[in-house]
């Protein structure tokens, strides 16, 4: 599956978000200085979440969820 990637740059900080070739969005992340820093977001290929969590210079922080294919909640992690 061919996927496209489509990237944002403001003055400090870079967001890729990648389309499966539906269209439907399967992957969002931002970075700051070439880090990954802030939210992360992964869906499944018909847009229901899979992933959510944040990193703060490259390391995962806080509260990450993981959704079974239904959006069902099956696991959290605390960083």
Known sequence: ???HIT???TKNSNQ???LN???TIIRERNFQ???LHGPINVFYDDGTPKLQ???DNNTRVG???HFD???KLILEETF
């Open 53 to 55: 969590g944040e990193f």
């Open 16 to 18: 890729d978000v990648i």
């Open 69 to 71: 294919p239904q959006g």
């Open 63 to 65: 509260t990450w969820k």
């Open 7 to 9: 990237k944002t740059k």
């Open 33 to 35: 200085e070439n880090k």
């Open 1 to 3: 599956m061919k996927e």
């Open 21 to 23: 070739k539906q269209g």
